[in-house]
């Protein structure tokens, strides 16, 4: 009831022109023609992509650091646990305005302290260059609490003999990390790379309250594109019909993962 007809009802509107309003008229596939057709679906979709090629080795790299810091016997070490994840249970729309206010180009925290040492100040999400960065950088900032949690697991989960054994046989520190750590996470990071992507490719709500997808379309991704569609210019149909290409790339995409991960994902 709350899953599949929802989804059969939008191929069905996928396949007529619709304001919301006016009775529904049946164009068939013209819908999809016409987005991919349109520059504008290319550029949201491109602009997608690059969010996720941007976020999710940030969001990996400073999740995996925050486990790996966080495995080890420190004072308060649950209490830093805490705080790290914090981010990952409070509302998009709050985290959004905090990091919009600390971007600000005129009087916000990270142009101040970028230029009391000297460094450029850049515009942020009033610039074209760097709206999309600036949500990325938001983004990343989120979730890496949720990143660290499941890389904590994956480091608890490995066999303390394992890292004992090539300590004895003379392995450094980073011996021990690259080839023994690493691959024995290969299945966490499996989890954290499909899970990523999957969020990466509908993100939405920072976009919406930083950017509304400006400047100029500079940060508009393929959500915020059927959101505007729908509620902005009154074409369901294309918004519909876009939704179901951006799950077909996102099946595609998952796929591809699942298939590929027999390479690379190793179990102790």
């Not at 976020?55 to 004072?75: D, S, T």
């Not at 054994?165 to 989890?191: E, K, V």
């Not at 990523?196 to 920072?206: P, R, T």
Request: hydrophobic content about 55%.
């Amino acid at each position: 009831m709350f899953t599949v007809l929802p989804m059969l009802g939008s191929v069905w509107v996928s396949l007529h022109s619709w304001n919301l309003i006016s009775p529904m008229r049946w164009v068939g596939l013209d819908n999809y023609r016409g987005l991919l057709d349109d520059p504008t679906t290319r550029h949201v979709f491109r602009n997608t992509l690059l969010y996720c090629l941007g976020y999710l080795p940030l969001v990996y790299a400073g999740g995996l650091g925050l486990a790996l810091a966080l495995n080890q016997r420190l004072r308060g070490r649950s209490l830093f646990r805490a705080a790290f994840f914090l981010p990952v249970v409070t509302s998009w729309v709050v985290v959004a305005l905090v990091w919009k206010w600390l971007l600000n180009p005129s009087n916000g925290l990270v142009n101040t302290v970028l230029g009391a040492v000297g460094l450029p100040q850049p515009g942020w999400w009033t610039d074209p260059t760097w709206a999309l960065p600036a949500v990325i950088l938001s983004s990343a900032w989120k979730d890496l609490g949720f990143v660290m949690v499941i890389m904590l697991a994956g480091l608890q989960a490995i066999p303390a003999d394992v890292l004992e054994a090539a300590r004895a046989d003379g392995a450094n520190a980073w011996q021990r990390f690259w080839r023994i750590t690493l691959p024995l996470l290969s299945p966490s990071t499996f989890f954290v790379v499909v899970i990523s992507l999957i969020n990466g490719f509908q993100v939405f709500d920072q976009v919406y309250v930083m950017t509304g997808g400006g400047p100029s379309g500079a940060s508009q991704v393929v959500v915020g594109q059927i959101y505007d569609l729908t509620f902005r210019y009154g074409r369901a149909g294309e918004a519909s019909a876009l939704s179901w290409l951006l799950f077909a790339v996102i099946l595609l995409i998952t796929a591809v993962q699942i298939r590929g991960q027999k390479r690379w994902v190793h179990h102790a």
